[in-house]
């Protein structure tokens, strides 16, 4: 009786290992191929899929690999082929060996991720629509003029100092003002806000121009280059009338376009040599219209260039004396 009980025992252990082989066999790779199928179930990182294996052959890829036995396939117990791939985007893959086409995310970033799994599945229909998209993108982001707005002055130096571009830099904040303006004032404001659009569309990809609407200046122009202030042009002055005081907005448009050109000199750090000194040294004043302030920024000057205080002789009163205010 323990020789029957003991030859039992050995004939289950060996069923036992059969069916475990059996499903060992099942869970592992094998070349065969999905041929012999008409249907295919897909599990992608998690994410399930049914197509057929007509869908799979349409394109030379990957999918087609392992279809006719060119790749090794991996299928668990149920019967699903496994995919060691994140599953987020193979719909669109599929999507795409079923149509020919597919509509792409908008998303840089979405459209990288996308690129990344037809590069994977060798599905270069997919590949070359992608890189497509991807440069219409750059093409489109190249031919649009983008002005930042400075929210606070820890941003504003963090933005000019990582920026490799010169900056120019147009505070404008009309209601920072005690007095009334002048009958000009309104119009000369305007056409330094048009000037500065001007200026950003011609140099556009060239210098970076920025907005500060939050600023103490009502309008003033400032000038970087290589993370450092170069040159200011406020357009404000107070003047004196007949028992009150209003400010006066200029447009020294000569004197705007001047120092964005001076600015150029920064460009691609081309400021940096004896050149770009020199030039900036030898930058004309233009003393009838401007004064000039120094001071000093490490061993260089910056230029802040103050529009001529004017006097409105129409609104003195009789004896008062001129006044010019700084």
């Known amino acids: 009786m323990s020789a029957e009980a003991s030859a039992g025992s050995v004939a289950a252990a060996s069923i036992l290992a059969t069916q475990a082989s059996g499903h060992c066999s099942e869970e592992k790779g094998f070349g065969g191929g999905l041929a012999g199928s008409k249907y295919v179930k897909l599990n992608v990182g998690g994410s399930l899929h049914y197509t057929t294996v007509q869908t799979l052959s349409k394109e030379d890829s990957l999918l087609r690999s392992m279809c006719?036995?060119?790749?090794?396939?991996?299928?668990?117990?149920?019967?699903?082929?496994v995919l060691d791939r994140c599953g987020r985007h193979f719909g669109l893959v599929l999507n795409f060996m079923r149509d020919g086409s597919v509509p792409l995310p908008?998303?840089?970033?979405?459209?990288?991720?996308?690129?990344?799994?037809?590069?994977?599945y060798r599905v270069q229909g997919l590949v070359q629509h992608c890189t497509s998209a991807m440069q219409k993108q750059r093409d489109i982001y190249e031919g649009v003029c983008r002005i930042p707005m400075?929210?606070?002055?820890?941003?504003?130096?963090?933005?000019?100092?990582?920026?490799?571009?010169?900056?120019?830099?147009?505070?404008?904040?009309?209601?920072?003002?005690?007095?009334?303006?002048?009958?000009?004032?309104d119009d000369n404001l305007l056409k330094n806000i048009e000037l500065f659009d001007k200026l950003g569309l011609r140099f556009n990809g060239r210098v970076l121009f920025v907005k500060d609407v939050l600023g103490d200046?009502?309008?003033?122009?400032?000038?970087?280059?290589?993370?450092?202030?170069?040159?200011?042009?406020c357009c404000t002055s107070i003047v004196y009338a007949t028992e009150k005081k209003q400010t006066k907005v200029e447009f020294p448009e000569a004197r705007i376009f001047e120092e964005t050109l001076n600015i150029l000199i920064y460009e691609n750090g081309r400021g940096s040599g004896p050149g770009g000194v020199a030039l900036l040294e030898?930058?004309?004043?233009?003393?009838?219209?401007?004064?000039?302030?120094?001071?000093?920024?490490?061993?260089?000057?910056?230029?802040?260039?103050?529009?001529?205080?004017?006097?409105?002789?129409?609104?003195?009163?009789?004896?008062?004396?001129?006044?010019?205010?700084?």
């Open 68 to 81: 006719n036995g060119g790749a090794e396939v991996t299928i668990d117990s149920e019967g699903w082929v």
């Open 106 to 120: 908008e998303s840089h970033r979405e459209l990288e991720e996308v690129l990344k799994e037809a590069q994977y």
């Open 150 to 185: 400075i929210t606070s002055t820890k941003e504003e130096q963090r933005m000019i100092n990582t920026c490799r571009k010169p900056v120019v830099k147009l505070q404008n904040n009309r209601g920072n003002n005690k007095y009334s303006y002048t009958s000009n004032s």
């Open 217 to 233: 200046e009502i309008c003033c122009w400032s000038f970087y280059g290589e993370g450092r202030k170069i040159a200011e042009v």
């Open 282 to 326: 030898s930058s004309s004043p233009g003393a009838s219209q401007s004064e000039e302030e120094g001071a000093s920024a490490g061993d260089r000057r910056v230029r802040r260039i103050h529009v001529r205080r004017h006097i409105m002789h129409d609104e003195r009163g009789h004896g008062q004396q001129t006044v010019y205010k700084d």
